[in-house]
């Protein structure tokens, strides 16, 4: 969405110039936020599009190579594939990628089959349109070259078909150009090659997973039976290879991707699971012919149990981090205009998404930090951007996910911050922190008895009609007692109309200690009339009926907010 953002298709594609991908998926993801807005739903829906239009794809092609009763199969088990459904709820080019690949390899098979000028265009359409959605689409085209090599007959006719895969490769020529210098750069970026897995035993079953599912040996059973050809005679079985020219080519759409995939990813890493959607089609149908090739009482029986296995069990999927719980966590208490700072790798890209959202704006113009993009940008120089970022400001919350490998942790107190608030959420058994830093300024807004020091007031008026008051507290000797924080608006008149009593959000007053710094915030729910009104703090235990007092009074007034 962010590489989206447009607002037109030129300004998109010169932005996936930088990136790593083709321009297709993001300029029309551009054109559905545009008409439908950028929600969360909506947004995915495109993908939930893409998807269906790959199981209509599947049943057409299968319908067309093996009968209509084999294309509703292959169609249904597509449509339980539960990496195809994780994926179809995802705001990623990936559906997009499967769908192009079934057109084109839908009617590449047609146009060998008899060629036609509608099955021509309609390949040549969908093949490019395939390579400018994702560069593995090339990995279809191969098949079909290598295809056509082995069976199509008259050797009359291959001159004709690979003269179209070149016109397929010319329409994509002027972004090859690009594919090379992103291919270059790609590298050179942590943030995109190290998002991928390392091949490893549990990447392996992963993958595996995610394509044949937990009960693969029945999947991979079928695909293998789906190559054959079982006669059901009165005397007997004859198990033969009839028909093998029109089962060749999903073989070798599976198969060649798949180890190319794993080849190219020991020079240049791109092995992640979702790339192997693209040969998610062929595996449908190859259980959908490996099923038809079972006598009917084994079909039925098998195939209730497939179904139900599939509806009741799921083979593919990511636990999302709680992005929005940490938006959530941030903007409840921060101050107008306040910086937020994210040392979350890739996923700074969700987060940037739903605190744009909360707040109703554009997240390009709130004040965002990606810890990662400066580390990028600016290298060496990274932690005194980073100081010259932060002069001017008292305050900042900070997102972060981490090892602290580069002492980013560290630098704050170094620089003079307090980490005054931590919040955390969890993502299985790994924590994500949400912190806010407060700078000593060394000045005091006043004294409480002789013990509490007041330090920093911050007052916003929220959008939903509440005020939010937010302190910051420090200590001249250890609170023998838990005392409470009393936050009050007072009306032209002096009148009270709101007030929110409670200890203080950084925890009982009595595990205070001389010089350290305590963040508190009370929000005041009441919806007042417009005008202008009156802020006070007071501080008192609750045994007591008498506040501590500051300047010579009960309360002080810290400041105004007013109501439009």
């Known amino acids: 969405m962010l590489l989206a953002k447009g607002p037109t298709p030129a300004e998109v594609t010169l932005t996936m110039i930088e990136d790593q991908h083709p321009p297709l998926y993001f300029i029309l993801i551009r054109a559905w936020m545009d008409a439908v807005g950028n929600s969360e739903i909506m947004t995915r829906l495109l993908s939930t599009f893409w998807s269906l239009l790959t199981i209509a794809a599947v049943y057409r092609l299968t319908a067309d190579q093996f009968g209509s009763g084999t294309g509703v199969l292959a169609a249904l088990i597509l449509a339980l594939t539960d990496n195809d459904i994780m994926l179809a709820r995802e705001v990623r080019h990936y559906t997009q990628l499967a769908a192009f690949a079934a057109l084109s390899s839908l009617y590449f098979l047609r146009y060998a089959r008899r060629p036609a000028r509608g099955s021509g265009i309609a ?89 044949v599912g937990s009960h693969f040996g029945i999947t991979i059973g079928l695909m293998l039976l789906g190559l054959l050809t079982i006669f059901y005679l009165k005397d007997g079985v004859r198990i033969t290879l009839h028909g093998i020219r029109r089962k060749l080519y999903l073989a070798l759409w599976v198969i060649l991707p798949t180890i190319l995939i794993f080849l190219i990813d020991r020079r240049f890493p791109i092995l992640t699971t979702q790339n192997f ?32 296995t599939s509806l009741f069990t799921v083979d593919a999927y990511r636990l999302k981090p709680p992005w929005r719980e940490v938006a959530t966590d941030v903007l409840t208490l921060r101050e107008d205009d306040e910086s937020i700072l994210m040392d979350v790798w890739v996923d700074d890209m969700a987060l940037r ?9 554009d997240p390009a113009a709130l004040p965002l930090v990606s810890m990662w993009e400066w580390r990028e ?61 407060e700078r000593n300024s060394g000045e005091t807004v006043a004294a409480f008895g002789e013990m509490f020091l007041l330090q920093r007031v911050g007052i916003s008026h929220l959008p939903t009609g509440e005020t939010r008051v937010n302190l910051l507290w420090g200590t001249q000797k250890p609170p023998a007692l838990d005392y409470s924080i009393s936050v009050f608006i007072l009306d032209a008149a002096g009148a009270l109309v709101d007030q929110d009593d ?11 200690t001389p010089g350290g710094l305590y963040f508190d915030s009370h929000t005041l729910r009441k919806t007042l009339p417009a005008g202008t009104y009156a802020v006070g703090v007071k501080v008192y235990f609750y045994a007591d009926p008498a506040p501590l007092s500051v300047n010579g009074g009960e309360y002080i007034t810290v400041g105004t907010v007013t109501i439009p």
């Open 123 to 211: 390949w040549f359409a969908t093949s490019v349109a395939l390579l400018y959605t994702h560069y593995l689409g090339a990995f279809v085209l191969l098949v079909q070259g290598v295809y056509a090599l082995l069976c199509l007959r008259p050797f009359r006719r291959l001159p004709d078909v690979f003269f179209r895969l070149a016109l397929i490769g010319s329409a994509w020529l002027p972004w090859a150009f690009v594919f090379i210098n992103q291919a270059l750069v790609r590298y050179t970026r942590p943030r995109i090659f190290q998002s991928t897995y390392a091949q490893t035993p549990d990447t392996l079953a992963m993958v595996r997973g995610d394509l």
């Open 277 to 308: 959607l693209v040969v998610t089609p062929p595996i449908a149908v190859m259980i959908a012919v490996g099923f038809m090739n079972l006598e009917r009482t084994a079909r039925l029986f098998l195939l209730v149990v497939f179904v139900t």
């Open 353 to 361: 998404y739903h605190i744009g959202r909360a707040l109703n704006a």
């Open 377 to 437: 940008q600016y290298g060496a120089d990274y932690f005194a951007y980073l100081l010259a970022y932060l002069q001017d400001k008292p305050a900042f919350w900070l997102a972060y996910k981490g090892q602290n490998l580069d002492k980013l942790l560290d630098f704050f107190p170094q620089h003079g911050y307090s980490r005054v608030f931590t919040k955390t959420e969890y993502i299985r058994d790994d924590p994500i922190y949400v912190y806010r830093y």
């Open 502 to 512: 409670a200890p203080p959000l950084s925890g009982s007053t009595s595990a205070w």
